[in-house]
C-alpha cells in the first residue's frame, strides 16, 4: 500500500507538488489508511441526499459535478481534474452534512480516497494537507463564483458562442448533444437548439446529428465579445 499510494501521487504532478513536504506523520497516516481507486467513466460518484464519507483527490481523468432541477434543467457547476479535488466533499465533510448536487465520472477516473475520520484529523494536524484542502476549495469555490457571476449576467448567445469557440478548440469540432452542451453554458435544451440554429443560419456553424461544426470562428469570436 505504501508504495502504491505514493507512486502514485507521484505520477500526478499537480498532487505531488501540493503533497510535497507532507510531515512524515501524516504521510504515515495516509499510508495507513487512504487508498487508490479506479472508477470507470459513467460511474456515479454522488447524489443529491448522499452521505458524504471520504475526501477524493483525483489522479487521473475527470469528473463531472452538476446540479438538476426538479424541472430535470441540468447545469454543470464545475470539473474535478488530475490533483483537485471536489469543493462540494470538503463542505459537506466540513458540515457533516449531505451532497446537495450529483457527481459522475466523465472519463475513467483514478482518485486517493481519504476516509472521513483520517480527513479531519489531517486537517488539524498537518499544515501541509490543511493548505492542500483549503488551496484547492478556493480554486474551486472562484469558479462557481465565476459561473454564478456568467449565468446571471451574461447573455446566453454570448456563452455559448464563447463555450463553441473554447470547445471546438483549433479543430471547430464539438462532439456533444444539444442538452450536454445546454447543461455546460447553464440553460435549457430547447434555449441552446433554437440559438444554434440561428447560429447555423449565420452560417457560424453546422449542425449534425451529436455534434456541432464550428464554421465561422471568427464570427463567433465577435459575438462572444458583444457588449
Not at 505520477?11 to 512524515?24: D, I, M, S, T
Not at 499510508?31 to 479506479?38: G, K
Not at 454522488?46 to 446540479?67: H, M, Q, S, W
Not at 466533499?89 to 483514478?110: H, K, R
Request: charged share 25%; hydrophobic share 45%; with cysteine.
Amino acid at each position: 500500500m505504501t508504495e502504491q499510494l505514493f507512486d502514485k501521487i507521484a505520477q500526478c504532478p499537480p498532487a505531488a507538488r501540493a503533497l510535497e513536504g507532507l510531515e512524515p506523520q501524516a504521510r504515515r497516516r495516509l499510508e495507513a489508511q487512504a487508498r487508490v481507486a479506479r472508477m470507470p467513466a459513467g460511474a456515479t460518484l454522488f447524489r443529491p441526499g448522499d452521505l458524504c464519507e471520504n475526501y477524493l483527490v483525483v489522479l487521473k481523468g475527470a469528473a463531472r459535478i452538476t446540479l438538476t432541477s426538479e424541472s430535470g434543467r441540468e447545469i454543470l457547476l464545475y470539473r474535478v481534474e488530475p490533483g483537485q479535488s471536489c469543493v462540494l466533499t470538503t463542505a459537506a465533510l466540513m458540515s457533516e452534512s449531505d451532497y446537495d448536487a450529483e457527481g459522475v465520472t466523465e472519463t475513467e477516473v483514478e482518485a486517493m480516497i481519504i476516509p472521513a475520520p483520517v480527513f479531519a484529523e489531517l486537517l488539524g494536524s498537518s499544515p501541509v494537507f490543511r493548505r492542500f484542502v483549503f488551496s484547492s476549495f478556493a480554486v474551486r469555490l472562484q469558479d462557481l463564483i465565476g459561473l454564478v457571476g456568467e449565468v446571471a449576467f451574461s447573455r446566453l448567445d454570448r456563452r455559448l458562442a464563447a463555450f463553441l469557440l473554447r470547445r471546438g478548440g483549433e479543430s471547430g469540432e464539438v462532439a456533444m448533444t444539444h442538452q450536454e452542451i445546454a447543461a455546460e453554458v447553464g440553460s435549457t435544451r430547447e434555449a441552446v437548439s433554437r440559438l444554434l440554429k440561428s447560429f447555423e443560419r449565420d452560417g457560424h456553424v453546422k449542425l449534425r446529428r451529436g455534434a456541432v461544426e464550428v464554421t465561422d470562428m471568427a464570427g463567433l469570436s465577435r459575438l462572444a465579445e458583444a457588449l
